[in-house]
């Protein structure tokens, strides 16, 4: 039993939802930010059952889609649905299920969450297609990953949203739009060969590495700048600046590695640097929001 769960979780890199869920666990923080950030058991949840189904969906959804491709990559052969440890009937009606898991969750949400999952869905699915006919697959991806923040905002509030509130929220998500564009671009260059020879696309096939790892730091540059206009936003105070300045060193660090070491050392780059800011931001917002702007400079 223990052996299945662990197969299907690594069939759907289930390890990775920790650079989403951190962004939509804070976009509830701030949400619910009248009761101390904590909306209440259910939709608590909810939230978290809508994350995993359309995460799992996605990733079941491009393992897939890209299954004879993964067939051919030398880093990637040994995959379940190349390697037939999971078949594709199965892997489909893991897709099928989580979609109709991510349906539910929104429709016990509120009425505005169920009409945007379908939305959802088929934004999240989109961007495994996308490397085959534009370059800016990253970005596709950014915004499947934004909607994470959105749906855990929209969870919480309904349509009962300010104007303020869909500044913070929107300033949020091209966060981590420009954050998800930076460091896949860091991830696609352990596949530019592969790409480049089987014409799949990516800034780093379509530019070279050199000039895709600066896009990409301009990338984490603007998502830093849109970060700190979400802390001003919200009225954040010393501990956020603090859990800022530690992110931009996490970004600065993980640079450095992509430029200053092997391939080896990307899966470190986009592993845990990446799962590291998501967690200290998760953090910082919770600070400020639960004790609402307590910790102040003197």
Known sequence: MIATIQKWASFVRFSHTVFALPFALAAMLVAARDHRGWPGWKTFGLILAAMVCARTCAMAFNRIVDREFDALNPRTQNRHLPAGTISLLSASLLCALSAAGLVVASWLLNPLCFYLSPVALALVCFYSLTKRFTDYTHVFLGIALALAPIGAWLAVRGPDISFLEILQMTLLALAVVLWLVGFDIIY???????????????????????????????????????????????????????????????????????????????????????????????????????????????
């Open 188 to 298: 696609a260059l352990q596949d530019y060969e592969f790409d480049k020879s089987h014409g799949l696309r990516s800034l780093v096939v379509a530019w070279g590495p050199q000039n895709a790892l600066g896009a990409a730091f301009l990338a984490h540059l603007f998502m830093c700048g849109a970060l700190l206009g979400f802390g001003l936003l919200c009225r954040f105070r010393i501990a956020y600046l603090i859990g800022w300045l530690i992110i931009l060193g996490c970004l600065v660090l993980e640079h450095w590695i992509a430029r200053r070491r092997s391939l080896n050392w990307i899966h470190v780059a986009f592993f845990r640097l990446n799962a590291l800011v998501g967690i200290i931001f998760l953090v910082v917002v919770a600070a400020e929001v639960i004790f609402q702007g307590g910790f102040k400079l003197r």
